[in-house]
């Protein structure tokens, strides 16, 4: 069975910085592109970045390129989300996703269809 579990949210004053955290199990986890999204209430789902199983390939949405950071440790079947320079609009739930293709492309990251596995999500809230 797979399971991805998100931890690292919490309340964060704006300015800020979380590092949020996705362990995998179930799977293979070097062979899936893994991606992360959020949703804000009443918002549709958002994707924020993607990174290739590699890490070679990696994307980010222009809401956050600059100051969230992708990466992954397939040693630890983890994916990370680094966000700096937080600001109240990134308050939201944060997902992580994994993708059985493996890759990632810039015109497809950020569409949840991508994506077979998702986790349950961790909230993260922005103070102004």
């Known amino acids: 069975q797979v399971h991805l579990v998100e931890s690292g949210g919490g309340l964060v004053q704006a300015g800020g910085s979380l590092r949020l955290s996705c362990t995998v199990s179930g799977l293979t986890f070097a062979n899936y592109a893994m991606g992360w999204f959020r949703q804000a209430p009443g918002k549709e789902r958002e994707g924020i970045s993607c990174?290739?199983?590699?890490?070679?390939?990696?994307y980010y949405a222009t809401s956050v390129e600059g100051r969230f950071t992708i990466s992954r440790d397939n040693a630890k079947n983890t994916v990370y989300l680094q966000m700096n320079s937080l600001k109240p609009e990134d308050t939201a739930m944060y997902y992580c996703a994994a993708g059985v293709a493996g890759y990632c492309t810039s015109s497809g990251f950020d569409y949840p269809a991508q994506y077979t596995y998702w986790g349950q999500g961790t909230q993260v809230t922005v103070s102004s």
């Open positions: 990174i290739s199983r590699d890490a070679w390939g990696i």
